[in-house]
């Protein structure tokens, strides 16, 4: 039985409009947080999403898709159209963005007083509401682990100075750091990607992880580093690989007893075998997620298969 730890996962949900060669336009649900949140209700964690939703059809889809899986969603009443990425695939099944998002979340205090906090992408750059995340994540601090993934957007970062600020802001306010080799690349141009970990690891956090891809993922803690190759998979196509691996690792973190009261004392003191456990499960999520349309994470059963496969 899993532990029952509150996650809340603070962040921006978005319809993703895949555009496929010689193929008509799918919509699906997405937004980093919204898919991290999704991921982690799919893996039987009780988990809520702040988030801001349209009044409209593309809401009213994201919500339903978010609710099915057991997330509890609570929004600001923001009036704005649900924000949208028209996501093109390449034949190999590579994504590219381009967006139309806005986001202006509000303050608020949560009703249920969360285990750990999770967020991430536009939700911690873009003003006016990435002041709101920040403040509700130094707020909640003090009793909640917290964890960040940048997922770096280019097209929504703004000057790349400020946006490296935001980022590092973010990364000293968390326990857990993911981030991928490529948003490292444009974060930091030039710059060995476990060069930038082991920076960013003196900063504040006790894990910091760096997916690689079809190379798989490093792990950097303070006893050293850890690396685990990406399973064997058919690609479809990349969309929520990466959030997919983020809410596995919360998901084997929080198995482990690492997330939550006192998690931030255990986390100092990681082990490489619980760290190659938590890559793991993280890269099994994903490869589970690639090997299939859209941002469709595996459930609890799905994961122990790909696991015992694997």
């Given at each position: 039985?899993?532990?029952?730890l509150?996650?809340?996962?603070?962040?921006?949900?978005?319809?993703?409009?895949?555009?496929?060669?010689?193929?008509?336009?799918?919509?699906?649900?997405?937004?980093?947080?919204?898919?991290?949140?999704?991921?982690?209700?799919?893996?039987?964690?009780?988990?809520?999403?702040?988030?801001?939703?349209?009044?409209?059809?593309?809401?009213?889809?994201?919500?339903?898709?978010?609710?099915?899986?057991?997330?509890?969603?609570?929004?600001?009443?923001?009036?704005?159209?649900?924000?949208?990425?028209?996501?093109?695939?390449?034949?190999?099944?590579?994504?590219?963005?381009?967006?139309?998002?806005?986001?202006?979340?509000?303050?608020?205090?949560?009703?249920?007083?969360?285990?750990?906090?999770?967020?991430?992408?536009?939700?911690?750059?873009?003003?006016?509401?990435?002041?709101?995340?920040?403040?509700?994540v130094?707020?909640?601090?003090?009793?909640?682990?917290?964890?960040?993934?940048?997922?770096?957007?280019?097209?929504?970062?703004?000057?790349?100075?400020?946006?490296?600020?935001?980022?590092?802001?973010?990364?000293?306010?968390s326990?857990?750091?993911?981030?991928?080799?490529?948003?490292?690349a444009?974060?930091?141009?030039?710059?060995?990607?476990?060069?930038?970990?082991?920076?960013?690891?003196?900063?504040?956090?006790?894990?910091?992880?760096?997916t690689?891809?079809?190379?798989?993922?490093?792990?950097?803690?303070?006893?050293?580093?850890?690396?685990?190759?990406?399973?064997?998979?058919?690609?479809?196509?990349?969309?929520?690989?990466?959030?997919?691996?983020?809410?596995?690792?919360?998901?084997?973190?929080?198995?482990?007893?690492?997330?939550?009261?006192?998690?931030?004392?255990?986390?100092?003191?990681?082990?490489?075998?619980?760290?190659?456990?938590?890559?793991?499960?993280?890269?099994?999520?994903?490869?589970?997620?690639?090997?299939?349309a859209?941002a469709?994470?595996?459930?609890?059963?799905?994961?122990?298969?790909?696991?015992?496969?694997?």
């Amino acid at each position: 039985m899993l532990n029952r730890l509150d996650l809340l996962v603070i962040g921006e949900c978005v319809a993703d409009i895949v555009r496929l060669p010689g193929a008509a336009d799918q919509v699906h649900p997405g937004g980093s947080p919204a898919n991290v949140a999704y991921g982690l209700a799919r893996l039987g964690r009780r988990t809520t999403l702040r988030t801001q939703l349209g009044p409209d059809g593309k809401g009213r889809l994201i919500r339903d898709h978010l609710e099915a899986a057991g997330v509890d969603v609570r929004t600001d009443g923001a009036s704005a159209p649900t924000p949208s990425a028209v996501v093109t695939l390449d034949d190999e099944g590579r994504a590219a963005y381009t967006f139309e998002i806005t986001w202006t979340l509000a303050s608020w205090t949560p009703a249920r007083v969360p285990d750990h906090v999770h967020t991430g992408s536009v939700a911690a750059v873009m003003e006016p509401g990435a002041t709101s995340v920040l403040a509700a994540v130094e707020a909640l601090r003090p009793t909640a682990t917290v964890s960040y993934d940048p997922n770096v957007r280019p097209a929504l970062m703004g000057d790349r100075a400020v946006a490296v600020r935001r980022v590092e802001r973010c990364v000293a306010l968390s326990d857990v750091v993911k981030a991928s080799d490529e948003d490292l690349a444009w974060l930091y141009p030039g710059e060995h990607p476990e060069r930038v970990a082991e920076r960013w690891l003196a900063h504040g956090p006790a894990l910091v992880i760096v997916t690689r891809g079809e190379e798989g993922a490093l792990a950097v803690l303070r006893g050293g580093r850890v690396a685990v190759d990406a399973p064997r998979t058919e690609v479809v196509d990349t969309v929520g690989a990466g959030d997919a691996f983020m809410s596995g690792a919360l998901h084997a973190l929080a198995a482990h007893g690492l997330l939550g009261e006192g998690g931030r004392e255990r986390l100092r003191t990681l082990d490489r075998g619980t760290v190659t456990d938590v890559l793991r499960h993280a890269g099994a999520c994903a490869a589970v997620t690639v090997a299939r349309a859209g941002a469709n994470p595996p459930d609890a059963p799905e994961l122990r298969a790909a696991l015992a496969a694997s």
